[in-house]
């Protein structure tokens, strides 16, 4: 049953300000202030502790995932693999994330989900696939791992102090802040992040060209780098296409774009192209989704199947071809306008010493070999305390040598244990360390035998400590430390590369193959814009054509798919596109709305569209004000891609009539009223400027304007012959000159 609430005057008041200061107060803050104190704190941990990597190439969730892994022993050859919920579960001890997140990151580590060009972790089970989206790896229940044996590259000495360790998030074990890593991993494998207002995408290098190029620099800073180090080799293979400008920038840099095509075979056999090879950054399933909407856009008709057939042997992606394709033809097509060829950005942001930082192969290496020369110091200053301390001992040693029976005889007469120490430090004249040592030598051990063998070190460990004191003191022999190093990595690890290489001329040659199709087509233009474009056969089976109310077809081609279209609008620009441009439409649909398909200035509406394949003939403008221009064809044609050509013809006077013409015809002209003239254009010379206000071809009588012009055939010429022109000299110019006048001027 519910306590009833108590109402009496006697009940306890909970007064909350009693308990927190200012509370229920409203404070002003500055945005920018609660910005800082808030937001910055954040933004600086994902930057520093998540999201970019260090100068050995690991983010915190690598290092902290390995780094338990060799804790566990799974760096041991004849361990087993260990289960890899084991692992996680073991990493959450340095890594407060969900088990969840560290299974995604031990994924893109290991062999089989085959993301690094060199696997740090050797792998049993269903672990995906980085070049598909939907391989999906299976619960870390199922999976086992182990470390691969170029983790003892990374862990090298890790006991000897060459790096600094730090508490974990709870206090309770310690971990490394940095891997020693004997090779440049950072640019062996990628790697990739996204912090907060910035990211790092690193791309592979072959191990064999970073560790030569690294002995390189080391020796020779001036090292030109694109020598020995050809270009990135990603773990999928591929070919990388080779302008060696921007591998240049990249190296120098550290941004960039590097672009990588796939790999293609084709079965005569099959008629079929097979892709056993993609870039690094996409997925099968992208690739299948664009050839897909390609396919039904109508922009590939020569493929006729696609699909995915991937399988324990490894990628797989099998295009099948219509009768009498050409394979090449196709696959440069499929380059352009599918993942098939993709860019992988570079941008080689690092954290050096907490601070995130953009730098080109040259800094990078520069850099991690001032962090190897400092894990060597380290190293060699530990191994020399300890042989120090070693010799320290053994010097204790040589005095009981002289005689044993003394230090005996010391032990037996003492009294008190807390005294043997101090009586063998007086009696041998050494300090409490080596007393101690002493004193711990078992009975059976203190014989002369036994005493001369530990002695005989002695010479060796002053050897040794005067080596590593020399190596402290002399940078080049620090350094001849990692070129041995790295020289030993190479042979040991090195592979050959797997992304070859495609150079830039070759893929010029092929871009400037023009492989769209060519079929017959016909082309509609309506009085009000629209266009359409539609195969012979479609129209042979088309009933009645589709427009808007009150709309009209104004104009008709034939033409073929490759034809240029030059669309004037009643603003004297020029909108220039192709025919394959446009989808192939049917007689039962309204087409394209020309404005808006290529995108008209505001108000700007269709005056008239001519098509072409070689930009022969004139067209000839024809102004209110009695005027005509006569501009060639090719003064549209452009050399570059551009889709927008302004003052296509003067604008000046408004446009009466626009004609095209392949050879010189006759012209029948109309005023508003009510004349006529006839006339060839043979009369007119051609102006090579666009904008040209053009010749005086008729004379208006006042307020009147011309407003038509159009040819006239072979049949309908004699009607018209009344109206033929005669042509009168300008200023007083002879007859015969006429032809060569900017003036001409016709009877009306």
Request: overall charge neutral; hydrophobic content about 35%.
């Given at each position: 049953?519910?306590?009833?609430?108590?109402?009496?005057?006697?009940?306890?008041?909970?007064?909350?300000?009693?308990?927190?200061?200012?509370?229920?107060?409203?404070?002003?803050?500055?945005?920018?202030?609660?910005?800082?104190?808030?937001?910055m704190?954040y933004?600086?941990?994902?930057?520093?502790?998540?999201?970019?990597?260090e100068?050995?190439?690991?983010?915190?969730?690598?290092?902290?995932l390995?780094?338990?892994?060799y804790?566990?022993?799974?760096?041991?050859?004849?361990?087993?693999?260990?289960?890899?919920?084991?692992?996680?579960?073991?990493?959450?001890?340095?890594?407060?994330?969900?088990?969840?997140?560290?299974?995604?990151?031990?994924?893109?580590?290991?062999?089989?989900?085959?993301?690094l060009?060199?696997?740090?972790?050797?792998?049993k089970?269903?672990?995906?696939?980085?070049?598909?989206?939907?391989?999906?790896?299976?619960?870390?229940?199922?999976t086992?791992?182990?470390?691969?044996?170029?983790?003892?590259?990374?862990?090298?000495?890790?006991?000897?102090?060459?790096?600094?360790?730090?508490?974990?998030?709870?206090?309770?074990?310690?971990?490394?802040?940095?891997?020693?890593?004997?090779?440049?991993?950072?640019?062996?494998?990628?790697?990739?992040?996204?912090a907060?207002?910035?990211?790092?995408?690193?791309?592979?290098?072959?191990?064999?060209?970073?560790?030569?190029?690294?002995?390189?620099?080391?020796k020779?800073?001036?090292?030109?780098?694109?020598?020995?180090?050809?270009?990135?080799?990603?773990?999928?293979?591929?070919?990388?296409?080779?302008?060696?400008?921007?591998?240049?920038?990249?190296?120098?840099?550290?941004?960039?774009?590097?672009?990588?095509?796939?790999?293609?075979?084709?079965?005569?056999?099959?008629?079929?192209?097979?892709?056993?090879?993609?870039?690094?950054?996409?997925?099968?399933?992208?690739?299948?989704?664009?050839?897909?909407?390609?396919?039904k856009?109508?922009?590939?008709?020569?493929?006729s199947?696609?699909?995915?057939?991937?399988?324990?042997?490894g990628l797989?992606?099998?295009?099948d071809?219509?009768?009498?394709?050409?394979?090449?033809?196709?696959?440069?097509?499929?380059?352009?306008?599918?993942?098939?060829q993709?860019?992988?950005?570079?941008?080689?942001?690092?954290?050096?010493?907490?601070?995130?930082?953009?730098?080109?192969?040259?800094?990078?290496?520069?850099?991690?070999?001032?962090?190897?020369?400092?894990?060597?110091?380290?190293?060699?200053?530990?191994?020399?305390?300890?042989?120090?301390?070693?010799?320290?001992?053994?010097?204790?040693?040589?005095?009981?040598?002289?005689?044993?029976?003394?230090?005996?005889?010391?032990?037996?007469e003492?009294?008190?244990?807390?005294?043997v120490?101090?009586?063998?430090?007086?009696?041998?004249?050494?300090?409490?360390?080596?007393?101690?040592?002493?004193?711990?030598?078992?009975?059976?051990?203190?014989?002369?035998?036994?005493?001369?063998?530990?002695?005989?070190?002695?010479?060796?460990?002053?050897?040794?400590?005067?080596?590593?004191?020399?190596?402290?003191?002399?940078?080049?022999?620090i350094?001849k430390?990692?070129?041995?190093?790295?020289?030993?990595?190479?042979?040991?690890?090195?592979?050959?590369?797997?992304?070859?290489?495609?150079?830039?001329?070759d893929?010029?040659?092929?871009?400037?193959?023009?492989?769209?199709?060519?079929?017959?087509?016909?082309?509609?233009?309506?009085?009000?814009?629209?266009?359409?474009?539609?195969?012979?056969?479609?129209?042979?089976?088309?009933?009645?054509?589709?427009?808007?109310?009150?709309?009209?077809?104004?104009?008709?081609?034939?033409?073929?798919?490759?034809?240029?279209?030059?669309?004037?609008?009643?603003?004297?620009?020029?909108?220039?596109?192709?025919?394959?441009?446009?989808?192939?439409?049917?007689?039962?649909?309204?087409?394209?709305?020309?404005?808006?398909?290529?995108n008209?200035?505001?108000?700007?509406?269709?005056?008239?569209?001519?098509?072409?394949?070689?930009?022969?003939?004139?067209v000839?403008?024809?102004?209110?004000?009695?005027?005509?221009?006569?501009?060639?064809?090719?003064?549209y044609?452009?050399?570059?891609?551009?889709?927008?050509?302004?003052?296509?013809?003067?604008?000046?006077?408004p446009?009466?009539?626009?004609?095209?013409?392949?050879?010189?015809?006759?012209?029948?002209?109309?005023?508003s009223?009510?004349?006529?003239?006839?006339?060839?254009?043979?009369?007119?010379?051609?102006k090579?400027?666009?904008?040209?206000?053009?010749?005086?071809?008729?004379?208006?009588?006042k307020?009147?304007?011309?407003?038509?012009?159009?040819?006239?055939?072979?049949?309908?010429?004699?009607?018209?012959?009344?109206?033929?022109?005669?042509?009168?000299?300008a200023?007083?110019?002879?007859?015969?000159?006429?032809?060569?006048?900017?003036q001409?001027?016709?009877?009306?």
């Amino acid at each position: 049953m519910a306590r009833k609430k108590d109402t009496s005057k006697n009940a306890p008041v909970f007064k909350h300000e009693a308990y927190i200061e200012g509370s229920g107060s409203v404070v002003d803050q500055q945005i920018t202030d609660v910005l800082k104190s808030n937001y910055m704190p954040y933004a600086m941990s994902v930057i520093i502790s998540r999201a970019l990597p260090e100068i050995d190439g690991f983010k915190p969730s690598h290092r902290k995932l390995l780094y338990m892994m060799y804790k566990r022993g799974l760096l041991n050859p004849d361990k087993e693999r260990s289960k890899s919920a084991n692992v996680v579960g073991e990493t959450m001890k340095l890594n407060p994330h969900g088990d969840q997140a560290i299974y995604e990151t031990m994924v893109r580590l290991t062999r089989g989900n085959e993301s690094l060009l060199h696997p740090y972790i050797d792998s049993k089970g269903n672990f995906g696939k980085q070049y598909s989206s939907k391989t999906r790896y299976a619960a870390s229940r199922y999976t086992e791992v182990k470390l691969e044996k170029i983790c003892n590259e990374l862990f090298r000495d890790i006991d000897r102090d060459t790096v600094d360790f730090v508490p974990n998030y709870d206090n309770t074990m310690q971990e490394p802040t940095l891997l020693p890593a004997t090779f440049p991993t950072v640019l062996v494998n990628s790697n990739t992040g996204i912090a907060v207002s910035m990211a790092s995408n690193v791309c592979p290098f072959n191990l064999a060209e970073i560790c030569e190029t690294t002995i390189a620099l080391m020796k020779n800073p001036e090292h030109d780098i694109l020598s020995t180090l050809k270009g990135p080799d990603f773990p999928g293979g591929g070919f990388l296409l080779y302008d060696e400008a921007e591998l240049n920038n990249v190296y120098e840099t550290g941004r960039g774009s590097i672009k990588i095509r796939s790999k293609y075979s084709y079965d005569k056999s099959s008629n079929c192209i097979e892709i056993t090879q993609i870039p690094y950054t996409t997925t099968v399933e992208a690739i299948l989704s664009k050839i897909f909407e390609l396919i039904k856009a109508g922009k590939i008709r020569e493929i006729s199947d696609a699909r995915d057939e991937t399988d324990i042997n490894g990628l797989k992606l099998t295009i099948d071809l219509k009768r009498g394709q050409d394979p090449d033809k196709i696959m440069q097509k499929l380059f352009r306008l599918t993942p098939l060829q993709d860019s992988y950005p570079c941008n080689f942001n690092i954290l050096i010493a907490g601070t995130p930082k953009v730098m080109g192969v040259r800094e990078i290496l520069t850099e991690w070999t001032a962090f190897r020369e400092e894990c060597v110091k380290r190293r060699t200053y530990f191994d020399l305390q300890k042989k120090k301390e070693k010799l320290h001992l053994l010097e204790a040693l040589s005095k009981i040598l002289l005689d044993i029976d003394k230090a005996i005889k010391i032990i037996r007469e003492t009294e008190a244990e807390s005294d043997v120490v101090p009586n063998l430090m007086i009696g041998f004249g050494i300090d409490e360390i080596q007393a101690e040592y002493v004193a711990e030598i078992k009975l059976r051990n203190i014989n002369r035998q036994y005493i001369l063998r530990r002695i005989e070190e002695v010479d060796q460990l002053r050897k040794d400590i005067a080596e590593m004191e020399d190596i402290l003191s002399d940078r080049k022999k620090i350094r001849k430390i990692i070129i041995d190093e790295l020289k030993e990595v190479a042979k040991n690890y090195g592979q050959p590369r797997r992304t070859l290489f495609y150079y830039q001329s070759d893929v010029e040659d092929e871009d400037n193959i023009d492989d769209t199709p060519d079929y017959p087509v016909n082309l509609f233009v309506s009085g009000s814009g629209y266009f359409k474009k539609i195969t012979p056969q479609s129209l042979r089976m088309s009933g009645e054509q589709k427009l808007k109310e009150g709309d009209y077809i104004s104009q008709t081609f034939e033409a073929t798919n490759k034809t240029d279209l030059i669309f004037f609008s009643d603003k004297a620009q020029v909108y220039k596109s192709k025919a394959s441009a446009f989808d192939d439409s049917k007689a039962s649909l309204m087409g394209d709305y020309i404005p808006a398909k290529l995108n008209f200035d505001e108000g700007e509406n269709l005056r008239m569209l001519l098509p072409t394949t070689d930009y022969s003939g004139h067209v000839i403008f024809f102004f209110e004000n009695g005027k005509a221009a006569k501009i060639p064809m090719k003064s549209y044609e452009t050399k570059t891609n551009r889709k927008k050509l302004q003052k296509a013809y003067s604008d000046k006077s408004p446009l009466a009539a626009i004609i095209f013409t392949a050879e010189d015809v006759d012209i029948l002209l109309r005023t508003s009223t009510g004349h006529a003239l006839v006339f060839n254009t043979a009369m007119i010379l051609p102006k090579n400027t666009r904008d040209s206000q053009g010749v005086q071809v008729i004379t208006l009588r006042k307020n009147a304007v011309l407003t038509s012009a159009a040819i006239i055939s072979e049949e309908e010429a004699p009607e018209f012959e009344k109206y033929r022109a005669k042509a009168v000299p300008a200023a007083g110019k002879p007859a015969k000159e006429l032809g060569d006048s900017n003036q001409l001027s016709f009877l009306e």
